[in-house]
């Protein structure tokens, strides 16, 4: 089934730790983008891209780095976790980022505890 | 700045109408979307208005005014799976997505 696919579903990590969540889609989509999501918030968006070979910063981009080496890979890492990024992560992608529905498919999630 | 405000939580009965309401601020506008959104799961997508007035799709219809900023969706016979949150999204100038905290819908039998 076409998609997007996220890994690891849940993970706890130690604060100080490094982090890659891994995001592959299959729909050939342009654009693709790290939400976070907070009890009480709406999404914010940590970074995205709109193409391969290109990133930009979303609303919280710090302590997140991201790369985009090909149309379908796009992992985002945490180079020093802290307690603050503790949330559910998600990973989504479009067809490109403008000109269209701007219709986001997204992954099933990444839960994501910093202790 | 920019800003989403929706209800936090409504609660209706099975079978009924509800309507949930969503007014926006941003810096230029490229479209308002609905996100419904299950426990535990993935957003999924269910309109987007870009034009004021009325797009229905089956039970659920989207209304957009630009002039007021202000957006609703409404749910029709009410099935108990509609219980889930639902999520306003705002399209700025720059084609960033604002997003609402979401609206999450209890349903009664």
């Known amino acids: 089934i076409a998609g997007i696919t996220q890994a690891p579903t849940s993970q706890i990590l130690a604060a100080g730790r490094r982090m890659t969540l891994r995001c592959t889609q299959d729909m050939r989509h342009n654009a693709m983008y790290w939400y976070r999501q907070d009890l009480g918030l709406g999404l914010r968006l940590i970074h995205y891209?709109?193409?391969?070979?290109?990133?930009g910063k979303g609303e919280v981009p710090d302590g997140y780095s991201v790369s985009r080496a090909n149309t379908d890979d796009f992992p985002l890492t945490l180079a020093s976790a802290v307690p603050s990024q503790t949330s559910v992560y998600f990973c989504?992608?479009?067809?490109?980022?403008?000109?269209?529905?701007?219709?986001?498919?997204f992954g099933e999630g990444s839960r994501l505890t910093v202790l | 700045g920019q800003n989403i405000d929706q209800p936090t939580e409504m609660t209706a009965t099975e079978g009924a109408i509800v309507q949930i309401n969503c007014t926006y601020q941003t810096s230029g506008f490229n479209g308002l979307f609905w996100y419904q959104q299950h426990a535990g799961e993935a957003p999924t997508f269910l309109s987007y208005?870009?034009l004021d007035g009325l797009e229905e799709k089956g039970r659920f219809s989207s209304f957009l005014s630009r002039s007021k900023g202000y957006s609703y969706l409404l749910l029709k016979e009410l099935q108990m799976k509609d219980s889930a949150s639902y999520l306003c999204?705002?399209?700025?100038?720059?084609?960033?997505?604002?997003w609402g905290a979401g609206t999450k819908l209890i349903i009664k039998p």
């Open positions: 208005n870009v």
């Open positions: 891209s709109n193409t391969a070979g290109t990133t």
């Open positions: 989504a992608s479009s067809e490109s980022r403008d000109g269209n529905t701007g219709e986001l498919f």
């Open positions: 999204a705002a399209m700025d100038s720059n084609y960033q997505l604002i």
